[in-house]
């Protein structure tokens, strides 16, 4: 066990765990949609106004469907797959960057063959995550990519 | 040319350059001791209290020693090399975690045989750095990994 409180090391194996990181559930079971993510947070301090987590979805996985005030600055860390921004659906693999800008509807879904792992920068304060209503979601599928990306055969 | 405000691609050749990100002298000639390093800035916005941006050391290189009261938050992304933190030193290779707390002097130097490439979070509003003088040298040295790290043969 490494207690040291300057590094954590990187799993020997590979697997995209820390010593002294916990893995968490990326939210709690019902609380929105979302499947097969799991949820690290790398640096958090109270003398840091940034935090930086680790997001992995799983092959087929995805994470919520949502929109905040709070920027995300996404890099690509593992695995490949494809993120919804505003209206615009693009592909993702390791190193791209995102950034998802205040109030934009946004998920990032695994490749069926593959993980999506990624960084996530976010203000330490921040505001809470928006679901889509009925309605923004019939907005967000009148653009063919974004109602191909929500609903993938 | 890719001019989307929302994503940046890997360049598709792998060298750790992004479409959109400028590659920068790490600082410049002559304000302090370094070598072979280039800083890239990943994500700087006034919406967002934190930074995050990418070093890259070239083999045989290291960055600045030097201290400051912000904090760096810095995962390695590319290739090994080693980590000076206040009095430690240590190895570190891709995925490590490193935090550098407020005051503690600290550099990075790449292994002789490939680059050190990191990410550093940063706060956007920070102090700026000191550098050691002959005395704080002095003081450094007494421990002896620090002097094996910072006089290497």
Redesign the interface.
Known sequence: MND???????AVNGG?R?DR?DVLRYKDEGSAPFRDVTRQT??R?P??????RYFEVAPGGYSTLERHEH?H?V?ILRGGGE?L??E?V?A???????????L?WHQFRAARTAPLGF?C?????RDKSQLPDARDLEQLRTHPPVARFLDPR
């Open positions: 040291d409180p300057l590094r954590a090391f990187a995209f820390w990181v790398l640096f301090r003398d840091m106004r940034g935090e930086l920027v600055a890099m993120a921004v505003g615009q693009f993702v693999e390791a190193y791209d960057l995102v950034t998802v800008p205040p934009a960084l920068m976010v203000d330490a304060e």
